[in-house]
């Protein structure tokens, strides 16, 4: 029976409209009406014929202007650079896989990590080590996790800030004990994409995403809770297999030098290293050098510098007698503490904490060599690059 609002007789359809849809005049749509015995589709009009090429085009030139737009701010105004990788959980789950088999090793925080030229490292010896140090994190988490790993028989270098070795909690670096968890394909995946992109474009650094930036709109959270102005923001530069070094804007731009200095807070950690915190630290730390020396590896401590502002602090909470010299004589390690190379002693740190560029790789040139006299693993090569300075990175007047 014809529908009481359509027909299904093309004689008594209105006016220009056919049964066949998609044969409608140009701009008429068709409706439910118009199509007896279908359950309530969707309304379908026309598509208007546009010069859809020159639309692309256009699209495209405002995506491309907008990309130079944002790499020019990027290099120009906040001082990033094409090659600043970002560090993440899966990049390290990267460089600990490597270093299964690896000859050397380097683990501790941020200090070791920052100022450790890996490259001045392989031309001094003709050995790239693996890093696997992590910023904000106890060296005797990341010396406990190496312990464990059965793969690992070479030379292990632990790079220590007194007081962060003996913090009773991991610091940023916890994921260490669960790392495989970041090894599902997509994270690897994602993680080589966004490398690859950021070899060649500054702008999509992690520390300038838009929600990173929104956060810090903030001037502060309630009293008594940190907020964004206690954050660490940007303060470092990572390179291929997490060759990492200190932001060049932290050197030469005053008012974030500055506000990296008050992030620090004088390193006045908030809780007691009381001799019970202090006395476990090294009971774990002998453990540990035990077991990796039971399966043939080599464990050697480093401390590098940081500025009196800080030391003064670390010093008043962990004695250099009470941590640095007893982690040496229970381990029975050998260690090089910055107090024992006059060389790199005057070394400046920008911020207090970390060195600059050029001069990680004065200290890198300093503490290598020593190295290679305290261990046979280790030798200089007889083509090693002459021995650098304070001039090297410290311009003269």
């Not at 130079?68 to 899966?90: C, P």
């Not at 920008?350 to 040139?365: I, M, N, Q, W, Y």
């Not at 190295?371 to 200089?380: A, G, I, K, S, V």
Request: proline share 8%.
């Amino acid at each position: 029976m014809p529908s009481s609002t359509s027909s299904s007789d093309p004689g008594s359809a209105p006016k220009g409209i056919v049964e066949r849809e998609g044969a409608l005049p140009a701009g008429l749509r068709l409706t439910a009406s118009d199509r007896p015995g279908q359950a309530q589709p969707v309304p379908t009009r026309d598509v208007p014929a546009q010069p859809w090429g020159r639309i692309a085009l256009g699209v495209l030139a405002a995506l491309v202007v907008g990309g130079i737009a944002l790499e020019v701010n990027a290099r120009e105004r906040i001082g990033l650079h094409a090659g600043d990788l970002d560090n993440s959980e899966i990049s390290w789950s990267n460089e600990k896989i490597r270093a299964a088999g690896a000859p050397v090793a380097i683990v501790g925080d941020s200090r070791i990590l920052f100022d450790t030229d890996l490259d001045r490292f392989e031309a001094l010896t003709g050995v790239r080590p693996i890093q696997l140090a992590i910023h904000g994190t106890s060296a005797l988490t990341l010396l406990e996790d190496m312990a464990d790993d059965k793969d690992f028989n070479g030379l292990l270098i632990v790079g220590l800030a007194d007081t962060m070795f003996f913090q009773p909690f991991d610091g940023y670096g916890g994921y260490v004990k669960k790392w495989h968890e970041f090894r599902a394909p997509y994270r690897v995946v994602s993680n080589e994409i966004d490398h690859m992109l950021q070899r060649h474009l500054a702008f999509l650094d992690s520390n300038y995403r838009l929600s990173v930036l929104a956060h810090r709109l903030d001037d502060d959270f309630r009293p008594g809770v940190e907020g964004p102005k206690d954050d660490i923001w940007k303060l470092q530069e990572v390179g291929e297999h997490r060759a990492t070094y200190l932001w060049d804007r932290v050197e030469y731009d005053p008012a974030w030098r500055a506000r990296t200095r008050w992030a620090w807070k004088g390193f006045k950690d908030p809780f007691p290293y009381t001799p019970d915190l202090i006395a476990k630290g090294h009971a774990r730390a002998k453990a540990a050098v035990d077991k990796i020396r039971t399966r043939g590896g080599d464990v050697i401590f480093v401390r590098p510098p940081s500025a009196p502002e800080l030391r003064v602090n670390e010093e008043a909470q962990v004695p250099k007698a009470k941590g640095w010299d007893v982690i040496l004589r229970n381990t029975e390690s050998a260690g090089i503490h910055i107090d024992d190379l006059p060389g790199a002693k005057d070394l400046p740190l920008p911020e207090f904490s970390h060195l600059g560029r050029k001069c990680a790789t004065v200290f890198t040139d300093i503490y290598v060599r020593k190295l290679t006299e305290l261990t046979p693993r280790l030798q200089l090569r007889a083509d090693a690059p002459p021995p650098l300075t304070k001039d090297y990175c410290v311009p003269t007047t």
